[in-house]
């Protein structure tokens, strides 16, 4: 798993109560919430990262 990088989000109040609802009707906390939207908005606009090449040197044999 990945690690997880804090991150600072300015978010108007009216979007943020509605993020909190709707985090509260799917049992998830509102950075959940928020991480699971930016998720599938991602997926969905094909802009996941690209994975990395496998880099590690074979040994002679």
């Known amino acids: 798993m990945s690690k997880k990088k804090a991150f600072a ?3 108007n109040e009216e979007m943020l109560k509605a993020v909190e609802k709707w985090a509260s009707d799917e ?3 509102t950075n959940g919430q928020i991480e ?3 998720t599938q908005y991602i997926k969905e606009h ?3 990262p690209k994975s990395k090449k496998n880099t590690t040197n074979k ?3």
Request: aromatic residues 14%; glycine residues 0%; hydrophobic residues 40%.
């Open 36 to 38: 699971w939207m930016l």
């Open 46 to 48: 094909n802009r996941e």
């Open 59 to 61: 040994s002679d044999s």
């Open 27 to 29: 049992f998830r906390s």
């Open 9 to 11: 989000l300015r978010i």
